[in-house]
């Protein structure tokens, strides 16, 4: 399978960068992995705060990344047209690219806003929005002049505007703690479990219609239905967050029973591509972008739906609330959903962008790869789960102060770092046969 | 079920929850000055909450459980610890840091930012929170 438009090809710097930035992730986990058991490690150079807000933010930037590079490469296939502009697509791409890089050297010295997730200085605030409509133009001018329009790019498009309108609220900084917090979560909840997802479904759809051949009409229909579940059940979902942060009772029974269903897009996630996957009608070759596909909804599932579920009834949240339980699934949960998708977009589109296009080479080292990240960060979260078990029983429950707690869960914090070594092993395999053992035949 | 049908639904699925959702925030922020005592936020609380954004507290700190998990609760710190004791860990932080294991790096701090930051925690402390956390030690 070879790229078929000559623009898809402006989608392979995404997929680089995006890696590149996962990497820089990864290292500064590890660094703050590091931090929780031996606290003095690059203290007072880098401390926590500063270590984690580059861990997320990168988190976010690449995930962002690869979401561009997919649209980009399969824009052209969906739409049977050029992208509109190709040099537009470079621009934003090195703005993006700059501004990313810029905002995390500036965290290091201490040039940063101080909300979780949103901590970009204003002047990067804005550039960042300036590249996400700079984008949207692009995508709607290459929607209006292609042939056809699909389902799925219309539910990308509506996704990716999602992504900007919600992110503007990141501007609000309200007096009123409370109400900051309120809006504060339609950004981040809004995000996750809203118009991520289906930006996420709309990447999934393209990639099982391309591995399995089947029909596109049955695809679509199932997109519909994922989507019309995760606003159905997400939107007033983001209730499971105003149990605790002054805002009115009643969300303890809207949150809770609208968030309770919100594992129903992910179990329809995993029937349409188990579906999809028995109904095909060709083997396709690439193996390795299968079991990331595949690979994505059942992770997904487990972190969003399983973990999430866990504590979202406010009988449970109440204990668990702001605790490791919440590092856990939100590991698992970003991992399974955000990173798998744009690694199997990755793994299916990069070998038909290189010079020998459409050549499948061995898959060897990246299989190994995707099940050492898979099991490792499968077993992160199950180490920070028995983290926040320990967390809850003495610190909620029997009221031991919250510096006494942590010292007897230094073991999970231990087996999080040795998960968070094998998972950068799976990682560091991954790279070496993206960059170096394929870089003869790349372009 | 068809395609079509399938974007219909998901079509009026959206618009019902989220007309619910918007009514829903009207409720929520028509009971702030209620539950959050809107009142009571001075300049001082306001300049507070800037600092409290100023040094990126919330990536160790959670603030009424939100945030990072590395460092203890700050929504109720002034139950938890009393006003002095407050006082002294921010005088101490902005000399030297504080904490003897995780420690809390070296913040500019003047005078006022003290002051504030405590206002802003004495005002957090008084957010009705539906009785979480479910004890004091947060
Ligand atoms: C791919 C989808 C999802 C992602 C990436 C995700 C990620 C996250 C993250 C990062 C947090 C922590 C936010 C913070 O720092 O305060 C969080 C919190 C939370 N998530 Fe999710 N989540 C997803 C889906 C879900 C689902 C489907 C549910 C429930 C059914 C759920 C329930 C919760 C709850 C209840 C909290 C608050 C935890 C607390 O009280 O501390 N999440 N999520
Ligand atoms: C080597 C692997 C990793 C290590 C050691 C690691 C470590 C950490 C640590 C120590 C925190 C801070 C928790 C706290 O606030 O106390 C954190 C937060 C976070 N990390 Fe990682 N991380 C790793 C990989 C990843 C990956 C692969 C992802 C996603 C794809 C991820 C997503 C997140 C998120 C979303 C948070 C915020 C969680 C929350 O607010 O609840 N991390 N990580
Ligand atoms: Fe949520």
């Known amino acids: 399978m070879t790229y078929k438009y000559e623009s898809q090809r402006v989608a392979f710097p995404y997929f680089v960068a995006a890696l590149g930035l996962f990497a820089a992730q990864i290292l500064f986990g590890i660094v703050i992995g590091i931090q929780y058991l031996a606290p003095d490690f690059l203290f007072p150079a880098i401390p926590f705060n500063i270590a984690r807000m580059i861990h997320i933010n990168l988190l976010v930037v690449w995930i962002i990344f690869g979401f561009m590079g997919s649209a980009y490469y399969l824009l052209p296939e969906e739409v049977e047209g050029e992208i509109y502009s190709v040099k537009l697509a470079w621009l934003h791409f090195w703005m993006f690219l700059v501004g ?26 804005v550039a960042i929005v300036i590249v996400v409509l700079m984008f949207i133009f692009n995508m709607v001018m290459t929607m209006i002049k292609g042939r056809r329009r ?12 999602g992504l900007a309108v919600f992110y503007l609220f990141a501007f609000f900084k309200p007096d009123n703690m409370v109400m900051d917090k309120y809006f504060w979560w339609w950004v981040v909840h809004m995000w996750v479990e809203g118009v991520w997802e289906l930006i996420m479904a709309a990447i999934l759809s393209f990639l099982l219609i391309k ?9 679509e229909k199932w997109l519909y239905i994922i989507i019309g579940l995760t606003f159905l059940t997400g939107i007033i979902g983001t209730g499971h967050h105003y149990y605790w942060i002054g805002t009115p009772e009643f969300w303890q029974v809207w949150g809770a029973w609208f968030s309770a269903i919100e594992v129903l897009p992910f179990v329809a996630m995993i029937i349409f591509s188990l579906k999809m996957v028995s109904m095909r009608t060709k083997k396709h070759p690439n193996k390795a972008a299968l079991n990331w596909t595949v690979g994505t909804a059942i992770v997904s599932f487990l972190g969003a739906g399983v973990l999430g579920f866990m504590h979202t ?16 699934h939100g590991h698992l949960a970003f991992f399974g959903a955000y990173a798998m998708i744009v690694l199997a977009m990755t793994s299916y589109a ?17 299989i190994f790869a995707f099940w050492t990240m898979v099991i490792s960060m499968i077993c992160i979260a199950l180490s920070l789960t028995g983290a926040g078990v320990v967390q809850v029983y003495l610190q909620r429950i029997l009221a031991t102060s919250y510096m006494e707690t942590q010292t007897h869960m230094v073991i999970f914090y231990g087996m999080r770092l040795f998960f968070g070594a094998t998972f950068t092993l799976g990682l560091a395999v991954y790279l070496y046969d993206f960059f170096l053992l394929k870089r003869a035949s790349s372009r | 079920m068809n395609r079509a049908s399938a974007r219909n639904m998901f079509i009026g699925a959206t618009v019902i929850v989220s007309a619910i959702f918007l009514y829903m925030t009207v409720l929520s922020l028509q009971s702030l000055p209620e539950r959050a005592n809107t009142g009571n936020i001075t300049e001082g609380v306001a300049w507070g909450k800037k600092v409290f954004e100023r040094h990126a507290c ?21 139950a938890r610890r009393g006003e002095g004791y407050v006082r002294v860990v921010l005088e101490t932080a902005a000399v030297q840091g504080w904490g003897t294991t995780r420690k809390m790096p070296q913040f500019d701090l003047s005078e006022k930012d003290i002051d504030s930051l405590v206002e802003f925690f004495i005002w957090m402390g008084k957010i009705n929170t539906s009785n979480w956390p479910p004890n004091i030690e947060g």
């Open chain 1, 100 to 125: 990313g890089a810029t905002a995390v050297v500036g965290y290091l010295f201490r040039w940063h806003d101080g909300r979780e997730f949103l901590e970009q200085p204003f002047l990067i605030k």
């Open chain 1, 150 to 161: 699909t389902s799925i790019t219309v539910v990308l498009l509506i996704g990716f505007l």
């Open chain 1, 211 to 219: 591995l399995t051949g089947v029909d596109r009409e049955i695809a």
């Open chain 1, 313 to 328: 009834l406010p009988q449970i949240n109440f204990y668990t609330h702001g605790t490791q339980m919440t590092a856990s």
């Open chain 1, 350 to 366: 990069v070998p038909n962008l290189r010079k020998k296009t459409g050549e499948i080479m061995s898959q060897k080292a990246e």
């Open chain 2, 58 to 78: 919330i990536d160790c700190h959670t603030l009424l459980g939100e945030g990072a998990y590395y460092a203890p609760e700050l929504g109720n710190v002034i």
